[in-house]
């Protein structure tokens, strides 16, 4: 394998400090006139070994792109913010940044085997089933030993609307049947067919737990999305979870297994660690890197490992390019967004210790969630520094 030429780096972070902003083309000519003087060579550098060294730059967060994904826009590429200051101080290290890059993530059967298990409990908690009658719903619940009990008609209504908007733009209406012991909710729902007119009765059931097919079809905008399972490998997930008593697998009239979370303890624990996940760990962790600073290696790394490699670069070129483009109107206010999402991180390492602690009882019995606070709630959480 070729050694690694330090210069074509140097090359290109001189181009865009000497021109701020540049397109790819731009740089390559002034790193191939430099490589071709320094060289004493009247060939050319070699456009896959420029492209290497400038992928390396942007995956560390030395350059940054304006790349939004849009065709017919025109990329430049620039110094970021995080690599001007290190330039100023004379603390950039390009050959710590190579050597930390050799170390990247390597995605072992064991640690596929872990998100195929965090996808399982985590993000499959709880499945929909549709029915178009009452015979088969209670064809459906029948294996579950549930009666369908006399509801009352609830309105579901958007909290700005009055009874009267709501009547008018013929809303649908929801009955609600809970069946706190089992874990099962199911709604009657009342849908406008905006196409054809008309209502159409539809028995919405949401039940703790999941199939297989639930699984692989509920993975859009999930993590591990980047991953892929054969069917042996789910079958084993399933097999070993229902074999620690997480799951417990009941048949059901598709012919399928719904495999069920029977502790209720277990169930809650999960439903909040996912909603702690989404609606706050990672939409605090983009805004430190859209406002404050770029991903620590271990932020990095973490990054990588839940969204996969090209997702992740993508995450961090895109809060690079936010971060550069408010630098000016973020300056006098960048006090109060640093409180703001400091305030913001205690209160989430508030509510993990928390649910460690109220949970504590349910994570020592069920040690595959130890898979979970390992890859979704990391150390570094704990101890996360936003400045």
Known sequence: MPKWDYDIDDWIIKALRKNKRLGRNKIYDYVDQRYREARHKGTNLS???????????????????????????????????????????????????????????????????????????????TTSFVFQNKDELRSFLAPFHLKLLKAHKARMADDDESEEEVRK???????????????????????????????????????????????????????FQY???????????????????????????????????????????????????????????????????????????????????????????????HRHEIVTTLKNKKSEKTIEIERQVKSIQEELNGDIEKYGFIIKRYKSLQHIFEIMFPEFLQRLAVR
């Open 47 to 125: 456009k896959d070994v420029f492209d290497k060294h400038l992928k390396f730059l942007v995956q560390n967060s030395i350059v940054g792109k304006n790349d939004a994904g849009q065709r017919g826009t025109r990329i430049e590429h620039f110094l970021t913010q995080e690599a001007n200051r290190k330039l100023q101080m004379g603390t950039l290290d390009l050959i710590a940044l190579k050597n930390q890059d050799k170390k990247r993530i390597e995605i072992t059967p064991q640690l596929k085997f872990k998100a195929l298990y965090i996808l399982i409990l985590m993000f499959n908690h």
């Open 169 to 223: 733009e013929r809303r649908h209406f929801q009955t609600r049947v809970e069946f706190q012991d089992k874990g099962v909710t199911v709604y009657d729902d009342e849908h406008v067919n905006r196409y054809h007119g008309g209502i159409t009765n539809v028995y919405n059931c949401q039940i703790r737990g999941m199939t297989k097919e639930s699984v692989i079809l509920n993975r859009i905008d999930k993590p």
């Open 227 to 321: 991953l892929s399972f054969s069917p042996d490998q789910i079958d084993k997930a399933f097999d070993l979870l229902s074999k620690d008593h997480i799951l417990y697998p009941v048949p059901h009239s598709d012919g399928d297994h719904i495999y069920r979370i029977i502790d209720t303890n277990l169930y809650f624990l999960l439903y909040f660690l996912e909603d702690l996940f989404t609606e706050y760990v990672m939409p605090v962790m983009r805004k430190i890197w859209k406002y404050l600073r770029n991903p620590t290696s271990e932020e990095r790394k973490w990054l990588i490992l839940v969204e996969g490699e090209t997702r992740a670069n993508r995450i961090i070129i895109e809060d690079t390019e």
